[in-house]
């Protein structure tokens, strides 16, 4: 399976600020994904971002709140914008793989 | 609507021992089944995965049934071991989905394995 990492591992935040989670692959992959994990809660599927064309956001997020950007097979980052407490949260981007999706070490996002 | 259910928040298992952890569905779309294993401040491992053509699929320790009449699955541990403790998760994938994508989840089971 693809060796995924994530930057930053973890941040504090102020409200109102902005954060990009970056996600590196070691493989190209034409598929990658980011969820959200709210504390005590499941994997919620934020949006699917294919290289060369614009995320697909699932129900309940917008691009304007989370914009993502996909510049190469290899690569892909998640801006968690405007940010308030709510958004507090495990960030995790995955990537296809053989029989399964394969996902990063997750950065773990405080809002203050 | 919690498409995805694992109904036991927590399971706590003797060293040597079987672990069942079960998960339920509710759409019928549902066609491919992940079990993923998730340690704190570490991302999900897959484990194990089943087709909706097949009801069972098995890997070392690890075993997968599927009925889908029922719509359930379970994950079978045997032995279990206490490197098993994490929290356990089931994941669906709608027929024809892409990539295995859109990848639904369950709440989590809270395996701990007891020496």
């Known amino acids: 399976s693809a060796v995924i990492s994530q930057k930053p591992s973890r941040d504090i935040c102020q409200r109102g600020t902005s954060l990009t989670i970056q996600c590196q692959v070691d493989s190209q992959v034409t598929m990658m994904f980011w969820y959200r994990q709210q504390p005590g809660q499941s994997l919620t599927l934020i949006a699917t971002?294919?290289?060369?064309?614009?995320?697909?956001?699932e129900s309940g997020f917008v691009i304007d709140k989370f914009p993502i950007s996909r510049p190469n097979l290899t690569f892909s980052t998640l801006t968690v914008s405007n940010m308030s407490p709510e958004d507090s949260s495990i960030y995790l981007c995955s990537v296809e793989g053989r029989g399964a999706q394969y996902f990063g070490p997750g950065t773990r996002l405080t809002v203050l | 609507d919690q498409q995805v259910k694992q109904n036991s928040p927590s399971l706590s298992v003797q060293e040597g021992r079987i672990s069942i952890l079960n998960c339920d569905y509710t759409n019928s779309m549902f066609d491919y089944f992940l079990w993923y294993k998730k340690y704190p401040a570490e991302g999900p491992t897959f484990l194990i995965s089943i087709s909706s053509i097949k009801d069972k699929n098995e890997d070392g320790r690890f075993t997968v049934f599927l009925n889908k009449s029922a719509k359930h699955l379970s994950l079978h541990i045997v032995p279990s071991q206490p490197g098993d403790s994490a929290v356990y998760f089931c994941?669906?994938?709608?027929?024809?989905?892409?990539?295995?994508?859109?990848?639904?989840f369950g709440q989590g089971t809270i395996l701990t394995v007891h020496p």
């Open positions: 971002a294919n290289q060369g064309s614009e995320a697909t956001y």
């Open positions: 994941a669906a994938s709608p027929a024809g989905g892409t990539s295995y994508g859109k990848l639904t």
